[in-house]
């Protein structure tokens, strides 16, 4: 990822209820970025607009595998 590439985000209110499971046992929630201002893909999530740069499934898929394997003492 590179450290330019990660941004702490404040801690908001949401409707999400991953909260409760982080009550139970150690959790990570991250946000990954999916638009890419170069191919005009810039509308945010929830409007009609929305789209996804598929480039970024790969990062994702990587990156939530990398965790689990530390996670596990890999």
Known sequence: ??????????????????????????ACFYRLGTGNPARGITSPIHTNTFDVDEDCLALSIGLMAWMAVKELGG
């Open 1 to 26: 990822l590179g450290k330019e590439n990660v941004v702490e985000l404040p801690i908001r209110m949401t409707a999400e209820d991953f909260a409760y499971y982080s009550q139970e046992m150690p």
